[in-house]
């Protein structure tokens, strides 16, 4: 899953990837990731989700067998238009999709600010990964915060596929705000507050 402003390490082996990674780092560096759309029905390639990411190679090594380490950076969402015949990895027609911010700077400010709160009291008691120390956009404030919270990829998949800003960061605060209520209740029982429990 790759959330607009992340970070996305991968190591490529397969030899298909190899050819698209080398394509990309020839061209303007920007390949895909899409999820499979989980459908029962067997189909040849497996479809796939039609909202992705696409992330701009960022940093690469290329090993002597072939292989690749890349760094991905999340640069936009797209919704596929049409797949094309390709070979041997698949490509696609795609269209930008713009993210709806928020109208009121007002607003955008406290859904940063009870984000960042939230997660801040989060982070120790759940073991999370700290945010990035420097200045992010809101947008992709929601993508780290939404790589953190351990939701299924499905979740995620819905996550990415919101266009409005203000919609994800209520989705993301309704997440952090179960977790602040399930880690309130355990505080009690935590082996670290009364040696009698575990």
Known sequence: ???????????????????????ALAGERIIGMAMLSGSEAPVDPPAIVPVGGAGRIVEQ??????????????????????EE????????????????????????????????????????PMELPPLPSESISSERLTG???????????????ILAMDSLPERFDAIHARLSEWKEATDFLRPFRAETNPLFN
């Open 1 to 23: 899953m790759l959330f607009p402003g992340t970070l996305l390490p991968l190591h490529i082996f397969e030899p298909r990837y190899r050819a698209m990674v080398s394509r």
């Open 61 to 82: 090594e290329e090993l002597e067998d072939g292989r690749f380490n890349i760094i991905l950076e999340g640069i936009y969402r797209y919704r596929i238009l049409r």
């Open 85 to 124: 015949l390709s070979a041997p990895y698949r490509s696609a027609v795609v269209e930008i999709i713009p993210t709806v911010g928020f109208g009121d700077p007002g607003a955008e400010a406290a859904a940063v600010a009870g984000s960042r709160a939230l997660f801040g009291q989060l982070q120790a």
């Open 144 to 158: 780290e915060l939404a790589l953190r919270l351990r939701w299924p990829s499905e979740a995620l998949q819905k």
